[in-house]
């Protein structure tokens, strides 16, 4: 009754929106010619009262149709794995026999030991996964999983009953539940009663905020990264069955034939198997044979590449599976004109729903090919282990014991065993302190993932790379860590198998005098807005000192706060609370100061000269009108969700609007940063009142030239020999070849410097993905971070750009009036991946007043270069 009366209802409603009748396509027009369908089974329209084609694809329709699907037949089951940021449901289906339904967790079992050797081939059906929806402006890659599910619902006869006696097939729906609603909800604002195909109208203008999750993360960079909630949804499912098969739903420019790999055979990542690829050709036969029968375009080797481990076609890799990704050429607002004639979603559903059947079909037919590959996968991973110099890898975060926890907590959704150590491990850079460091073995079934995560690389056979070509995690943590020779692992102990969760700190004693705590904690900026939140006074320390708290003395480092019970609006008893509440939430330790007395000459608590009044910060992040979603949005998530700090997200042409009396901080992304005259005349009178700008990437390069004023460098003179003269075909890899795709360099960090505080070491690793370098300023205490002279620690740099990058800024400070510039010349908070560079941002939002300058002349000192 229920839906016949909303059939109705939409029926009354659409027409305002319906598309013309040629565009909409009924179910048949998706079903496999020759295969008899249930007629029991409800079709899409006949559910959500419209048919694919005729009106943007609702996202709750969706849900709402294969939650039905899967109710109603004993051949699917679906699971809740996960939840967007925005609340909205992450599904997984399982599809097979009713007889496989009723033994699934022994079929899962005896998968996972066939693939470890421990069971004979036939021991349980092939897996296959699908994956649908990662990129929410890519509409067929959420819309194909209707006639998909539909299809192994009421497919009837010899061919289903086979296909589904001898596969698991695990499918998503849909990754990416926040971007594909955003994309929509774009469709639905701009849809128009005659269709206008043109490219330049705005329901077409979708491809960057839709594309993304909530906070502007791409999810098919995060199988790898896994800061995203949605990204650990899908990861963790796929980890628990490991498919050996995974196809990787997408779309790509509306003026582009459809894609499927193998991709371009020279950008195979080195830990790939050869053999791989060439079963993914095999199975590539098959989605060419259905291309062919009715006379479509295209391609299987150009472009795209199989080197970064983290997308949703590469990662499956490492972990013994075919990872195969699809695109199809985009109808972006449902229909739009291309250079070889009217795309339609429709058809691109249909296409991705048919290539998804020779996927399944494909791995059926080398199914022995399968097993063997993965089963000498994991076999030939032994062999590695067994020979590899690095029999292990340690690991720790001294100081911060969250990021340790953090990188513990990935390595276990991927898988990986990790435990803690139970003696001192010496190695070459240093020692790692019992109970407080981490050993990863190599010899366990994830070998060539650790490797791909731990070890650094540096030389590659072509340097044309799809995204980034350096992300050796334990760098981007900033983590002390070695690699084991087996000598040493052999005799080491190892302690319990670690998970990482995170842990609260004691409750500190109630205090006589104030509280500290120190600031190299991964939270500690999270607390100190806790407090300034609530008003309370806190105070920031220049120096290191030795407190004498409730408990005895206590070594605190510079950035340490302190927040004294004297001359506060609050009682003790309710400052004490918020204590207890940054102790139990934050895991940050907080100490009971017993006296303002320290044990450090001239640094007692009261010191006005070491210990600085903070004020609460009140952040603007500029976004759109060209300014990267994806740098605003990683901005957005590091203040808001990690460290529970209200943000104001303004696009870039209202800033002139603000009432900027009422802001303390200004941050510019990477992108098109660039403001109009009326509003860069406000920001820097704002400044020039105390403002701070911190700005990274392009927004640092536009805010040299208009804030500072400081003059681009005059062009070079052309290099170019005129009589040089190069084969067209060597184009695409001699253009490439000074594009910094992604790399990992080395710093060195002024510790002293208030962008240093809460860091141990000088030397850090950053992403560098800009060949733009700062300019260096006449203060020379105004570089708190500088790239090595050898800068190059993991990734692909060419040598003209490692000498033009090699000794200049990462990082300056300038003061401009009663305000401060601060430049980034990279996004230190790169995918939300960089924890180790993490805390440059917070220190430049919560210590930018304290960046002083220098007064002195310097010109015969000899410095730090």
Known sequence: MFQTLRAALVAVILPVFAAPAALAEPASYFQVEGVEYDPAVTVFEDHAGYQIGERVVRYDDLVNYVRHLADTSDRLNVEEIGRSHQGRPILKFTITSPENHARLDEIRDAHLARLRGDAPADAAPIVVWINYGVHGAETSSMDAAIPFLHHFAAARGEAIDETLANTVILATVTHNPDGHAR???????????????????????????????????????????????????????????????????????????????????????????????????????????????????????????????????????????LGILFEAGAARGGQIMSEHGLVTNADNVRTQFRTALTTIQGALDI??????????????????????????????????????????????????????????????????????????????????????????????????????????????????????????????????????????????????????????????????????????????????????????????GRGSVFVPLARQDKTPSQIHAIMETIAREDGVPVAAAATGLTRNIGRDLGAWTV??????????????????????????????????????????????????????????????AALDDATKDVVSRWVRGGGTVIATRQGAQWAERHLLDIEAPEAGEETRDPRLRLNFSGMQVRDAEHILAGAIFETDLDVSHPIGWGYASRRLPVNRNTPFTLTRPDDPFAVPVQYAQSPLMSGYASQRRLDEIAGTPAVTVRRQGRGAVILFADNPVFRATYPGTERLLMNAIFFGSLMDSSRGLYEDEEGLN
Do not use: C
Not at 406 to 427: C, P
Not at 439 to 462: D, M, S
């Open 611 to 672: 210990f600085r009044t903070l004020t609460a910060p009140s952040v603007v992040i500029a976004f759109d009108d060209g300014i990267s979603w994806n740098d605003a949005g990683e901005m957005w998530w590091t203040l808001d969700h990690q460290h529970q700090m209200a943000v104001l997200l303004v696009p870039k042409s209202r800033l002139a609007r603000l009432d900027w009396t009422n802001y303390t901080h200004l941050i510019l992304p990477g992108g098109n």
């Open 367 to 556: 199914r022995s090919d399968l097993i063997a590959f993965q089963r000498d996968f994991f076999a030939e991973n032994a062999r590695q282990a067994a020979r590899a110099n690095a029999q292990a890898w340690v690991f720790a975060a001294p100081g911060d014991p969250e990021r340790a926890r953090r990188f513990v907590r990935l390595l276990r959704i991927h898988d990986i065993e990790v435990y803690r150590t139970t003696r001192d491990v010496r190695a070459s850079s240093g020692t790692y302190r019992a109970g407080e460091a981490y050993v990863v073995p190599a010899r366990q079934l994830q070998h060539r993932l650790i490797r791909g995560i731990f070890e650094r690389f540096t030389e590659f056979e072509e340097n044309v790379f799809y995204d980034v070509s350096g992300w050796t995690l334990p760098l981007a943590y900033n983590l002390q860590y070695d690699p084991l020779p087996g000598g040493l692992f052999q005799t080491l102990p190892l302690g319990e198998l670690a998970e990482g969760a995170f842990q609260s700190a004691p409750a500190p004693d109630r205090a006589p005098y104030g509280y500290v705590f120190d600031w190299s904690h991964t939270f500690a900026p999270r607390a100190l807005n806790r407090v300034l939140e609530a008003g309370l006074m806190a105070r920031a320390s220049r120096e290191p000192f030795t407190l004498v708290t409730t408990n005895g003395d206590r070594e605190f």
């Open 183 to 321: 994309r929509i909800d774009h469709v639905e604002r701009f849809s128009s009663r005659t269709p206008v195909t043109d490219e330049a109208h705005e329901i077409h203008n979708l491809w960057g905020l839709a594309r993304v999750n909530h906070y502007g993360f791409d999810l098919n960079r995060q199988w790898l990264l896994l800061t995203q909630p949605e990204a650990v949804a899908i990861t963790s499912a796929w980890q628990s069955w490991k498919p050996m098969v995974t196809g990787d739903y997408h779309e790509m420019g509306h003026n582009s034939p459809y894609y499927f790999h193998p991709g371009v055979e020279t950008r195979r990542n080195p830990l790939i198997q050869v053999r791989a690829r060439e079963l993914t050709y095999e199975i590539a036969r098959r989605h060419a044979a259905f291309m062919d029968s009715e006379a479509r375009l295209y391609a299987t080797q150009e472009v795209f590449d199989n080197f970064y481990i983290g997308k949703g076609s590469t990662y499956p890799q490492l972990s013994g599976s």
